[in-house]
Nanobody, 117 residues
Framework: QGQLVESGGGLVQPGGSLRLSCAAS????????MGWYRQPPGKQRELIARFTGGTGTHYADSVKGRFTISRDNTKGTMYLQMNSLKPEDTAVYYCNTASPMYNFASWGQGTQVTVSS
């Protein structure tokens, strides 16, 4: 089933930056099929960034131009660089597969990002 461990969240002021990490181990899917999700308070979890095959990436409109997804396959780790953060980015951030070819692995605990002055 595998294990997903997210880290790097915290409290940041509007306009600030954070870098999230996701360590994946034992999953049936590779990091190349993964993406970042977030769940704002009281809302559903949504996919915001993912790899699309090869070096391709795709972003939700809400984060496009501000967030960058990357990976280090040798470390089994995926990253999300978040710049120009806004209060509406406040959420718990998760990683998991973003490919319809695979079932989700068990969700990790997520990492809380709070954007507030």
């Amino acid at each position: 089933q595998g294990q997903l461990v997210e880290s790097g969240g915290g409290l940041v002021q509007p306009g600030g930056s954070l870098r999230l990490s996701c360590a994946a181990s034992g999953t049936v899917f590779s990091i190349d099929t993964m993406g970042w999700y977030r769940q704002p308070p009281g809302k559903q979890r949504e996919l915001i960034a993912r790899f699309t095959g090869g070096t391709g990436t795709h972003y939700a409109d809400s984060v496009k131009g501000r967030f960058t997804i990357s990976r280090d396959n040798t470390k089994g780790t995926m990253y999300l660089q978040m710049n120009s953060l806004k209060p509406e980015d406040t959420a718990v951030y998760y990683c998991n597969t973003a490919s319809p070819m695979y079932n989700f692995a068990s969700w990790g605990q997520g990492t809380q990002v709070t954007v507030s002055s």
